[in-house]
């Protein structure tokens, strides 16, 4: 059994921007990824692009990305009968915006001078940046978990399948950078854009009708 819901204009402009949240936060971090010198994405997390004279693109980056992904829980919350998977969106959100405000440190040689190697010590704001980032994560990858409930329990089994494999993406990426496996950061970086595209793509599938 599969269920249709026709989102009213309001909340269709709320799920809009919860599907554009993960493609603009992917392609303007992979963009820099490219594009910045000295960033290696197999040595550097994507939050690493917040420092140096561009830096504040990959700031706005997560600040209007973790915006529209709020905004996106409030539609979400109006077409879903799960609250949870809702309140998990919002909170990640809000955990993309803290972690967009809170700068990283700069560190394994980028931007280009830094020292290569870890800081020996955090500045205040790192250790923010990376309270917020796992709670950020955290919510996203229970938010996929609780999607695969909702898409089985509506018979969308393929759905269910996907949100089950993107959070476990995330969860498996995550805990290989947190151990210091190689090439963590680009590990995170697959997992965390594929648990918000399925997220976004969540969105997507409600907003359409």
Known sequence: ????????????????????????????????????TGFDLTRHPLSALSNGDLGWLQITNFVVAGLLTVLGAAGLAQVLPSTWASRLVRINGLGMVAAGLLVMDPMGGFPVGTPTGTPESMSWHSIGHMVAGTVAFA???????VLARHFRRAGRRGH??????????????????????????????????????????????????
């Open 1 to 36: 059994m599969t269920t249709t819901i026709t989102a009213p204009t309001a909340t269709h402009t709320l799920l809009t921007c919860g599907a554009a949240a993960a493609p603009l936060w992917a392609v303007v971090s992979l963009a820099q990824a490219a594009t910045r």
């Open 139 to 145: 919510a996203l990858i229970a938010a996929c978990y």
């Open 160 to 209: 269910a399948v996907a949100a089950r494999i993107a959070g476990s993406a995330l969860l498996v990426g995550d805990l290989w950078a947190m151990t210091g496996g190689p090439a963590g950061s680009l590990t995170l970086a697959v997992g965390a854009i594929t648990a918000m595209l399925f997220v976004g793509f969540t969105a997507a599938i409600y907003r359409t009708g």
